[in-house]
């Protein structure tokens, strides 16, 4: 059981379900339900725990050939290879149905796409291409926009924010990881930027550059009335920390300093996710959906009130009086943004 446990990653897996509740949080405006977030993150943790099963047994091979990785239960013969992928394979379809069942299609969809596109795209990219990094951003920052569409309110430039943070955030973390073992990964056939650039300069600049791209980036909450001050100050501090991090590992090119710049990033995501969601604003240009039995009821309290009333006065009602008069006490309904123009 701990073997199998090992395949689905717990601590990788954990970031994910952090990610997925923040645009759980910021994508259901004022209209939180509790049911739909416990199946929002079962459907992601089964879907990401899937993955993360269905990726080692596809590398195997490369698995076995790195010290880091050849004590995994797949390259290690702890678990066969075919039990290694209908584990992950049941997983993966537990968690698409759970997230269609219990959140909406799009949600499910989403966590598809990024199944699809990580093993796919991804995992035979890191054979062949530096590129694979950037590829690999792609669905490693689709955590978010579950989340967010799960809350059933689609995708806004909200959630692109959050898919924008998380998506530079990957070039320091992996680039810190992949040189800090680029001998290992070479001898496993793993093709990332630190592991081809002998001198460490352009996976020094791309640090720099994604480091400081991230200061500007992570203030997209405030600008869109997510967040306020006190999240972009601790944005703007975590972010010149993580930049001084940067500089430090393109200036030096060690392993000490690639430690550090790795372990920044572990401290600098959940931090600032944390004040995100500690900071954030009440939903602006968003309702709570009235159930349309609720807004029928009123409809029929205000008709049916005015038939008593006049039955008792021994009076016929004025139909276009009430008519009228329910009209304007009808509520304004929104299925989640404010119209334009609003």
Request: hydrophobic fraction near 45%; aromatic fraction near 10%; charge should be positive.
């Amino acid at each position: 059981m701990r073997d199998y446990l090992a395949l689905t990653k717990p601590r990788i897996t954990l970031l994910i379900l952090i990610c997925a509740a923040v645009g759980y949080w910021f994508g259901c405006g004022v209209s939180f339900h509790l049911t739909i977030l416990a199946h929002a993150l079962l459907g992601t943790a089964l879907l990401a725990s899937g993955t993360s099963a269905l990726n080692q047994w596809y590398e195997v091979d490369s698995d076995a050939k790195m010290r880091r990785t050849r004590q995994r239960p797949l390259p290690a013969g702890r678990i066969k290879r075919r039990n290694g992928l209908v584990f992950g394979v049941s997983l993966s379809a537990a968690g698409f149905a759970d997230l269609w069942y219990g959140t909406n299609l799009l949600a499910a969809s989403l966590g598809l796409f990024t199944l699809i596109s990580y093993l796919l795209l991804y995992t035979p990219l890191k054979q062949r291409s530096p590129l694979c990094t950037t590829v690999g951003a792609i669905p490693g920052a689709m955590p978010p926009l579950i989340g967010y569409a799960a809350a059933g309110h689609g995708i806004d430039a909200g959630a692109l924010a959050l898919f924008l943070i998380l998506f530079l955030w990957q070039f320091p973390h992996f680039d810190a990881i992949a040189w800090m073992y680029r001998d290992d990964y070479a001898r496993g056939g793993i093709r990332m930027l630190p592991v081809i650039d002998s001198d460490g300069e352009a996976t020094a600049r791309r640090i720099l550059v994604c480091s400081l791209l991230l200061i500007p980036i992570s203030l997209a909450p405030l600008f869109l009335a997510m967040t306020g001050a006190f999240y972009a100050a601790a944005a703007i501090a975590a972010g010149i920390g993580l930049l001084c991090f940067g500089l430090r590992m393109g200036r030096e090119r060690t392993h000490r300093s690639a430690n550090a710049l790795l372990l920044a990033t572990v401290f600098y995501l959940p931090a600032l996710l944390g004040v995100m969601v500690l900071d954030r604003k009440p939903a602006a240009g968003r309702v709570t959906e009235m159930a349309p039995h609720r807004e029928q009821s009123r409809y029929e309290e205000a008709y049916f009130g005015h038939h008593i009333a006049f039955h008792r006065a021994g009076r016929e009602p004025d139909r276009k009086r009430i008519r009228s008069q329910t009209q304007e006490r009808r509520p304004i309904v929104y299925s989640g943004r404010t119209p334009r123009g609003g």
